[in-house]
């Protein structure tokens, strides 16, 4: 066992399920969408739309990316591959993936609701719940995957009694 308590350099064990691992995350993303909206409020009035987004979006990211780090998936340390992970993952996510999910909902949502302000909302808030799943899909197979703990050495392993 190493000395961050995992096994192996650099390795974590991960003694939660994954319902708790699922609430951590939804938790996380509560924070950190209020961490973004509370910054975003505070800076737009001072500075214009986009410098405010970018801040406000970067304040939100970061406080992500190591809650999720810590306190969801268990890290020990933060390396600065998962942080180019964590952040090219969520550019994609939010600049590619998002848009495309929004007008495949919206496609479906405009014949029921018709073309209007709320079948874009919910196309939205359904993108929302899709991002949301692959980015904790992301977060636990890729970003921090689980790591076997052995429980205890195998018979042939050095120094076995």
Known sequence: MTSNG???PGSRSRPRGTADRVGRFAGVGVLNTLIDMGVYAILVPHLSIVPSTIISTACGMLFSFLV???FVF???RVTWKAAVQFFGFNAINLWLLQP???LALNAVMEPVLGHSYVAALAAKA???VV???INFLVYDRYIWPRTA???EAPPWAEGAS
């Open 74 to 76: 268990g890290a020990h």
């Open 6 to 8: 995992g096994w192996g």
């Open 126 to 128: 359904g993108s929302l």
């Open 149 to 151: 703990v052995p429980t």
């Open 131 to 133: 991002s949301a799943t």
């Open 68 to 70: 999720n780090a810590f």
């Open 100 to 102: 495309v999910i929004i």
